[in-house]
């Protein structure tokens, strides 16, 4: 039996990411910001959409991350330690554009996956705590 302070990060993870489900994908804002150079943020739509896929990927599975092997443990830590502009940072200049006011549903999308990434951290830092 995992121990409880698991399973409360593990229900607070899927907690966040069934409150994805309430806003659609952030297109109208997306599309609002790399229309300021096409060229160079032609990508940022598709990299957005595996970042939120990737995070929301590790919830689906549910109570089965909690018997993950070390190795798996180890290697979702890693991939999910930097935010989307630190693995992407030819989009850093965009990211003082994103706020409330300019593109709320893209900030509220990006806020909410990036609690999501710290719960998930938190849970893998505990279950790897677990198995030593």
Same mark, same amino acid.
């Given at each position: 039996?995992?121990?409880?302070?698991?399973?409360?990060?593990?229900?607070?993870?899927?907690r966040?990411?069934r409150?994805?489900?309430?806003?659609?994908?952030?297109?109208?804002?997306?599309?609002?910001?790399?229309?300021?150079?096409?060229?160079?943020?032609?990508?940022?739509?598709?990299?957005?959409?595996?970042?939120?896929?990737?995070?929301?990927?590790?919830?689906? @599975?549910?109570?089965?991350?909690?018997? @993950?092997?070390?190795?798996?443990?180890?290697?979702?830590?890693?991939?999910?330690s930097?935010?989307?502009?630190?693995?992407?940072?030819?989009?850093?200049?965009?990211?003082?554009?994103?706020?409330?006011?300019?593109t709320?549903?893209?900030?509220?999308?990006?806020?909410?996956?990036?609690?999501?990434?710290t719960?998930?951290?938190?849970?893998?830092?505990?279950?790897r705590?677990?198995?030593?």
């Amino acid at each position: 039996m995992k121990g409880s302070k698991t399973n409360t990060l593990l229900e607070e993870a899927l907690r966040l990411v069934r409150e994805d489900y309430r806003d659609p994908f952030p297109y109208a804002d997306s599309r609002q910001l790399t229309v300021l150079d096409p060229e160079r943020y032609e990508n940022f739509i598709t990299h957005l959409d595996l970042y939120f896929s990737e995070i929301a990927g590790y919830c689906s @599975w549910g109570k089965g991350i909690l018997k @993950w092997p070390k190795q798996k443990v180890e290697e979702a830590e890693k991939k999910l330690s930097s935010s989307f502009f630190e693995r992407y940072p030819g989009y850093q200049a965009i990211e003082l554009l994103i706020d409330d006011t300019n593109t709320p549903t893209l900030c509220r999308k990006l806020r909410l996956y990036d609690r999501i990434r710290t719960t998930l951290l938190d849970l893998l830092s505990a279950l790897r705590l677990e198995q030593l």
